[in-house]
């Protein structure tokens, strides 16, 4: 079993915590949108999202079978694309964000798989950080309760009651 983290990293803790939630709030939000495109691309729908270009701000582009696959037949900014590529470099700061919450804690390295896993599970990060940022809180708390030095009452004098 590992051992318990230091008091001394609790303000470590507490900032790799703040931007463990930044994270998993961005990635959860980047694979809902992927899933997304995944879905208008790959269903009979067949159809990419771009910004600008002939169909105009934001317009659907189909997508045909061709030599090499499916191909994009839309000009402009394909959004789908950049969708996919900031999910995906996004997904290694989060795993990164991962890292350093479960280091510091001194988890069990099922509970790191486990973090991981939410930037690859549609919604799961949301379910994640709720209950990290509870668990990780909690313990904190009923830590530095524990650690506190014990105060002693004022000896009560005749006239307090």
């Known amino acids: 079993m590992p051992s318990a983290p230091k008091l001394a990293t609790f303000p470590a803790i507490r900032g790799a915590l703040k931007f463990y939630q930044v994270c998993s709030i ?19 729908l067949h159809v990419e999202v771009f910004l600008g270009g002939s169909g105009g701000f934001l317009w659907l582009a189909p997508v045909v079978e061709g030599p090499e696959g ?11 694309l950049g969708i996919l590529i900031v999910h995906g470099w996004f997904y ?25 896993s939410g930037g690859i599970v549609p919604f799961l990060s949301f379910f994640l950080e709720a209950r990290t940022a509870r668990d990780v809180t ?24």
């Open 138 to 161: 909690r313990y904190l708390a009923e830590r530095e309760a524990a650690e506190a030095p014990p105060t002693h009452p004022e000896p009560a004098t005749e006239g307090t009651r």
């Open 26 to 44: 961005i990635t959860g939000v980047g694979l809902l949108l992927l899933c997304t495109e995944m879905v208008l691309k790959y269903t009979p």
């Open 70 to 80: 499916l191909q994009s037949t839309g000009d402009g900014v394909n959004l789908s």
């Open 92 to 116: 290694v700061v989060y795993l990164f964000a991962c890292f350093r919450v479960w280091s510091l804690m001194r988890w069990q390295f099922w509970r790191f798989l486990l973090l991981a």
